[in-house]
């Protein structure tokens, strides 16, 4: 069955993400940074969400192909870039079967890893569609931030339930867990890390969202990585 988790507020999110701190000028900016010049680049752009990056990647000249759990995000995919992304709905719990293997040059999985129950086995198959030289761009909740919202030990490892957004009813299922099993999964599903950033919010926040600003500048919400293929031993 299809994970629809984001179908109930994917009209809100979408409203949200294009313009919000946390998405707009805090993630985006960290993402797209890691993946460099995309320019003639295959890209496949794992869960799209509303397309906000898949926009942005073929406005950089990229050819994006991408997929989201959620029908109406594929829709706003297609429409946001005029049919120009090649996105379909497919939970990526199971196989990209459509995508060849070594077909892509850059693999972008914004804010979803945390979604997957098998995350090996997600970046596995993200690992067999990437080109030998090619890069996964990852971001996801820094755990520090979980461990300071959810409490208990920091090495507690669990799917946790709760709202997206505390100020809204955007029931969501994620995992929280340590550093160290976010960097193990990468090296079991034959990565390695080629660049860790804790993000740090972009100038423009301190005068558009003040706040968010100052709680971003003392402590990362999201973490994010730039993976590459291990080489075989
Ligand atoms: C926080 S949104 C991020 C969307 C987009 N990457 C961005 O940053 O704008 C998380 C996305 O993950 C998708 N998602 C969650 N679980 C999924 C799954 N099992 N397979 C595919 N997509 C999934 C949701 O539908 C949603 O679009």
Redesign the pocket.
């Known amino acids: 069955m299809?994970?629809?988790?984001?179908?109930r507020f994917?009209h809100e999110?979408a409203i949200h993400?294009e313009d919000s701190a946390y998405?707009a000028l805090y993630?985006?900016p960290a993402?797209l940074g890691l993946a460099g010049d995309v320019a003639g680049l295959s890209v496949f752009?794992?869960?799209?969400?509303?397309?906000?990056?898949a926009a942005e990647l073929l406005d950089r000249g990229a050819r994006v192909t991408g997929?989201?759990?959620?029908p109406t995000?594929v829709e706003m995919t297609s429409a946001r870039t005029e049919g120009r992304a090649d996105v379909r709905v497919?939970?990526?719990?199971r196989p990209l079967t459509w995508v060849r293997d070594g077909s892509c040059d850059l693999v972008?999985?914004?804010?979803?890893l945390h979604?997957?129950d098998d995350r090996v086995a997600l970046l596995s198959e993200l690992r067999r569609i990437l080109a030998p030289r090619g890069a996964l761009v990852i971001?996801t909740e820094h755990p520090t931030m979980s461990w300071l919202r959810l409490g208990g030990s920091y090495f507690t490892q669990e799917p946790v339930e709760e709202s997206?957004n505390p100020d809204r009813d955007w029931p969501?299922r994620a995992w929280r867990r340590p550093l160290t099993s976010i960097c193990a999964e990468f090296r079991a599903a034959g990565f390695v890390i080629e660049e860790l950033l804790e993000p740090r919010p972009v100038p423009e926040m301190a005068d558009r969202y003040p706040e968010d600003h100052a709680s971003l500048e003392a402590l990362p919400a999201f973490i994010a990585f730039r993976l590459i293929p291990a080489a075989p031993r």
Do not use: K
Request: charged share 15%; glycine share 4%; hydrophobic share 45%.
């Open positions: 299809i994970n629809t988790m984001y179908e994917a999110y993400a998405n993630d985006r993402v752009d794992a869960a799209c969400g509303p397309g906000l990056y997929c989201d759990a959620s995000f497919h939970d990526l719990s972008v999985l914004a804010l979803a979604y997957i971001s997206l969501i």
